[in-house]
């Protein structure tokens, strides 16, 4: 059996995880390349921003060489995408989840509603360091737009707004539509708000101001947002 491989093969192969495998390419190391690269992206956008970032930042903190952003997304905004789509895809299965385990209870108070989703809201963004990468990626994508406008609507806001209108409206009979989706658009905002306020103590003064603290800011906006749709 000739095991001798072409130059080509090697240059891929020897970088990227790709390997001759019974004639083709192991399946198992093209996948392991391309979840290398995605949270290799993931790290540099989050710390650098998207411009900043090159595709040798990339591949060179992935240990792949420099044609494998290209190879597997087809570029460096394509990598993006696929980013987001990852991420977006982790937190709304996290909201969705905890909105839906509600359907479960006959009645569920507005309160209880409420800071449901105001802890499935922040707490995949809050402790390790993906949840520290997924929250700068938001932050950063809020400042500066890369994506299409239909990712972030299709992979996030529109099934976890239809999910939280849907507990609102079964802990609060009779409100209006239009009113109702205000209401869910002021508890976004709020919870958007304590993340942008987190990342600027993190940012100036970690070690003189404290960080916002959750179970505290909860308790509010479970209060105050209460008292609102009311």
Known sequence: MNTKKSSSALSLGSTDGLSRHAGGFDAGSVDAARRRLLQAAATCFAGKGYAATTVRDITARAGCNV??????????????????EERLGELTAYRLQ????????????????????????????????RSRETMMLLLRELVDCQLPANVVAQRMIRPTLGALAQALQRACTGIEPERLTQCCHSLVSQLVHVL?????????????????????????????????VR
Do not use: M, N, W
């Open 196 to 228: 942008q306020v987190q990342r600027f103590h993190q940012r100036e003064c970690a070690a003189q101001r404290p960080c916002v603290e959750l179970a505290q800011t909860v308790r509010h906006i479970v209060q105050f947002s209460a008292a609102g």
């Open 67 to 84: 044609g494998a952003v290209t190879y597997h997304f087809g570029g460096k905004h394509k990598a993006y995408i696929a980013v987001f």
């Open 98 to 129: 905890a909105l839906q385990a509600l359907h479960g209870q006959a009645a569920p108070s507005l309160e209880h509603v409420i800071e449901t989703f105001a802890v499935a809201f922040l707490e995949p963004l809050h402790g390790d360091q």
